[in-house]
Structure formats: structure tokens, C-alpha cells
Nanobody, 122 residues
Framework: QVQLVESGGGLVQPGGSLRLSCTVS????????MGWFRQAPGKERELVAT???????HSADSLKGRFTISRDNAKNTVHLQMNSLKPEDTAVYYC????????????????WGKGTLVTVSS
């Protein structure tokens, strides 16, 4: 079994900052690209940012300069630093990781966390 657990969400005022974390555990052989997605009420889930196992990052154009993704491979953890938050950033943020398991080390697929709610409001 593979589990992804997000943390760090909460209520923050516009202009504030939050740091989300996601830790992978279970029967993991290797973790490839990791990323963050978000879904606001009534909207489709969208990509926020991704980071490869080697540290190469990609962010949605609209979020560049405010959101920064990073990872700690030794801890199987990915982070999302969110600055200058806006009300429109309010959403459930989901962690995603491309993982191969010990049972099938050459077959990888995406796994999802349960999500953590970020609310930006005064």
C-alpha cells in the first residue's frame, strides 16, 4: 500500500503565506515526478506545479512568482510554498506523485492524497 498525506492547509488572509507538505509512505520503490493540484468548488481540478526527482520544476503560468514547489527526497516529501495569497487561491490542494512499488518496481503510476483545504479570506 502507498499513502500520500498532505498537511499545512488552513485559513489565511489575502496577502498571507502558507506552506503545504505531502509525505509519501508505504511500499515505495521509487518516486518520480511529484506535484500539486487544486480544485475550487464547482471548478475542474487544475495543475499547480510539478517537480521531477532531479529537482526540475514547472508551475502554472498564472502562479509563477507566488508559488514555489520543492522536495526532500530523503524524506519522500514535497512542499508547496504559497505567498501573496489571493481569495481565488481558495481550493482543496491535492498532492500527486508518480510512484513505482516494491512489488512492481518497473511499473509506475500516479497516486493521490486526500487533499488539504486552503481558504484565503479576510
Amino acid at each position: 500500500q502507498v499513502q500520500l498525506v498532505e498537511s499545512g492547509g488552513g485559513l489565511v488572509q489575502p496577502g498571507g503565506s502558507l506552506r503545504l507538505s505531502c509525505t509519501v509512505s508505504g511500499s515505495v520503490f521509487a518516486i518520480g515526478t511529484m506535484g500539486w493540484f487544486r480544485q475550487a468548488p464547482g471548478k475542474e481540478r487544475e495543475l499547480v506545479a510539478t517537480i521531477t526527482s532531479g529537482g526540475e520544476t514547472h508551475s502554472a503560468d498564472s502562479l509563477k512568482g507566488r508559488f514555489t514547489i520543492s522536495r526532500d527526497n530523503a524524506k519522500n516529501t514535497v512542499h508547496l510554498q504559497m505567498n501573496s495569497l489571493k481569495p481565488e487561491d481558495t481550493a482543496v490542494y491535492y498532492c500527486n506523485a508518480d510512484i513505482s512499488t516494491i512489488a512492481s518496481p518497473y511499473s509506475h503510476r500516479g497516486y493521490w492524497g486526500k487533499g488539504t483545504l486552503v481558504t484565503v479570506s479576510s
